[in-house]
C-alpha cells in the first residue's frame, strides 16, 4: 500500500503503489506539454542536457539522458508551458550516490529565473530522498499550484557530491489549453482609442470653457 511521510515545512512524499506502469505514465505525461525550445538549465555540465531528463515515464531508468552540475552542485530548471498546468506531483530520479539531488525548490510563474533570484522564498520546498527508480512522489500544493504557465525548478543541494546528477525529473498534473490571444485582442478592440477622438474631446472641452 502506498504510504506518506512528512518532514515538516510542507515536504510531504509517497510511495508510489504497485500501480499499473500504463496508467503512472499517462499521469506522468506532462513533458508533453512542455515548451522544449524555452527550456533553461542553469549551471548544467553539457548545454542542452537539462532538457533530456522529461522524458516518458517508461524511459526513466534510461540513463543515456541526464543532466550533471557544472560548476557545483546547484541546478536551476526554467520550465515553460505551451499552456497552464495544474501541477499535482512530482517524480526525481538521481544517481544512488552522493550526487543524488536532497532538496528541491518551486518557484510558481517566474520565468527566466537567475540563481540570484532563487534568493526569494519558493512557493514549496521539498527534501528528496535518494530515489534511483522513481518510487518516490512528491505532491505539491494543488491550490498554489493550479495554473502554472512556467514552472522554476531549483535544486540547492545534494548529499555532498560535487556535482548532482538527475536522470529523470516526472511531472504529473492537468493541462489546458491557454487562451491569452483572444482575451487579448477582445480588449483591445473593446477600448476606445483617445487618439482617435483627440480632437473631439479638444473641441468639447474649448466649447466648455467658452
Do not use: W
Not at 47 to 59: A, D, H, M
Not at 163 to 168: K, L
Request: hydrophobic share 30%; proline share 3%; charged share 25%.
Amino acid at each position: 500500500m502506498p504510504h506518506g511521510h512528512s518532514h515538516g515545512g510542507g515536504c510531504e512524499h509517497e510511495a508510489l503503489g504497485i500501480e499499473n506502469e500504463l496508467e503512472i505514465g499517462i499521469h506522468y505525461s506532462l513533458y508533453e506539454k512542455i515548451d522544449m525550445n524555452n527550456v533553461e538549465c542553469l549551471n548544467e555540465e553539457l548545454e542542452g542536457s537539462g532538457k533530456t531528463v522529461f522524458k516518458p515515464y517508461n524511459e526513466r531508468l534510461n540513463h543515456d539522458k541526464y543532466v550533471k552540475s557544472d560548476a557545483d552542485e546547484e541546478l536551476l530548471f526554467n520550465i515553460p508551458f505551451t499552456g497552464n498546468v495544474k501541477l499535482k506531483g512530482i517524480i526525481i530520479i538521481g544517481a544512488d550516490d552522493e550526487t543524488h539531488p536532497k532538496k528541491m525548490r518551486l518557484f510558481k510563474n517566474r520565468p527566466k529565473m537567475t540563481f540570484d533570484d532563487t534568493s526569494a522564498s519558493a512557493d514549496q520546498e521539498f527534501s528528496l530522498e535518494k530515489d534511483a527508480n522513481g518510487v518516490f512522489e512528491y505532491s505539491t500544493k494543488v491550490v498554489t499550484f493550479a495554473n502554472v504557465h512556467h514552472l522554476s525548478l531549483h535544486i540547492p543541494a545534494n548529499y555532498g557530491g560535487e556535482s548532482t546528477t538527475v536522470y529523470y525529473i516526472g511531472l504529473k498534473g492537468e493541462f489546458s489549453e491557454a487562451h491569452h490571444h483572444g482575451v487579448t485582442i477582445c480588449t483591445y478592440e473593446a477600448r476606445p482609442n483617445v487618439s482617435d477622438h483627440k480632437n473631439n474631446l479638444f473641441d468639447s472641452v474649448n466649447h466648455q470653457i467658452q
